[in-house]
């Protein structure tokens, strides 16, 4: 029953934004830190950037200023807003949310292309 669900992913081109959702069931995600995460092709899995149960943020050097990530309690949702996309964004985006035990979502496809 205890699920954690990103959405939001797609195609789009250089410059252009896009928002995702963690979306939680099951638990309340607004007792948990989240953090977004994303994966390459070839490449380690790297932090994107996290909120805590606050709503304090903090952001990889390569996203910060372009992306924010913002928490709705009454939804269940943690969203992380893209804008200014680059083709190095393209990944699979995960979440990962924590309180005393953690949950991963299963990831959504960002691709940024021309």
């Known amino acids: 029953q205890v699920r954690l669900v990103e959405s939001g992913g797609g195609l789009v081109q250089p410059g252009g934004s896009l928002i995702l959702s963690c979306i939680a069931s099951?638990?309340?995600?607004?007792?948990?830190?989240v953090g977004w995460f994303r994966q390459a092709p070839g490449k380690e899995r790297e932090g994107v950037g996290c909120i805590n149960r606050s709503g304090t943020t903090n952001y990889a050097d390569s996203v910060k200023g372009r992306f924010t990530i913002s928490r709705d309690n009454a939804k269940n949702t943690v969203s992380l807003q893209m804008n200014s996309l680059k083709l190095e964004d393209t990944a699979v985006y995960y979440c990962?949310?924590?309180?005393?035990?953690?949950?991963w979502g299963q990831g959504t496809q960002v691709t940024v292309s021309s």
């Open positions: 990962y949310a924590r309180y005393y035990q953690g949950y």
């Open positions: 099951g638990f309340s995600l607004d007792n948990y830190a």
